[in-house]
């Protein structure tokens, strides 16, 4: 059984995230989606608030989990025994930070792999702070994340 690690701040989650999940889905037999607790971000959301969205989101995947975890994504990775790391690459600009966590966290755990996977074209420019900001400023951002993230980010944004 070969299970993957989905690692992210997801900020919230965006279809973007979602359309990762699914290719991940066909080629791994399960998937944790891990919420990073600490990323050095300062997040919109809590980490139990977007745990949740991504739960409501992903219910209908049989073989998706969530969770969330604090510390390094490698021992992460190991407690939930997971052979790999899965990463979205969206455009070139995210290869080198990419790159460069890759390498890092194969130094730290050999046995670990990261796999990249291209969202679809469309979701190439979409990232959490363009949603966050869209919804900020009351724009449509129906076409970037599903329905409850809409309606969790209109809640933040009245209050
Ligand atoms: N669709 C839409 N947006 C996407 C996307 C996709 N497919 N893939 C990434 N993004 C966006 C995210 O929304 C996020 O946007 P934002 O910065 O505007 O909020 C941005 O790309 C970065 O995304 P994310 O994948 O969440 O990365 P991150 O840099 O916030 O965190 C961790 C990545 C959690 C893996 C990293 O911080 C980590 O590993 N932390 C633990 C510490 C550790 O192990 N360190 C050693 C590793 S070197």
Redesign the pocket.
């Known amino acids: 059984m070969a299970k993957a690690i989905y690692?992210?701040?997801?900020?919230p989650v965006?279809?973007?995230?979602i359309?990762?999940i699914k290719r991940a889905r066909e080629i791994f037999d399960s998937i944790v989606v891990t919420v990073?607790i600490?990323?050095?971000?300062t997040p919109l959301f809590t980490t139990q608030e977007r745990v949740e969205m991504l739960k409501d989101c992903l219910k209908e995947f049989q073989n998706v989990s969530v969770d969330s975890f604090d510390?390094?994504?490698?021992d992460h990775a190991k407690n939930v025994g997971a052979v790999s790391?899965i990463?979205?690459l969206?455009a070139v600009s995210?290869f080198e930070?990419e790159f460069?966590?890759a390498l890092?966290?194969r130094k730290?755990a050999g046995e670990i792999s990261t796999v990249f996977l291209m969202?679809h074209e469309k979701?190439t420019y979409?990232?959490?702070?363009?949603v966050?900001s869209l919804a900020g400023f009351n724009s449509d951002i129906s076409d970037f994340v599903p329905p409850n993230v809409r309606n969790a980010l209109e809640r933040k944004f009245k209050k």
């Open positions: 690692p992210g701040t997801f900020d965006t279809y973007g995230h359309d990762i990073a600490n990323t050095g971000k510390g390094l994504v490698v790391i990463r979205g969206r995210d930070y460069q966590m890092m966290n730290l969202p979701y979409l990232n959490s702070s363009i966050r």
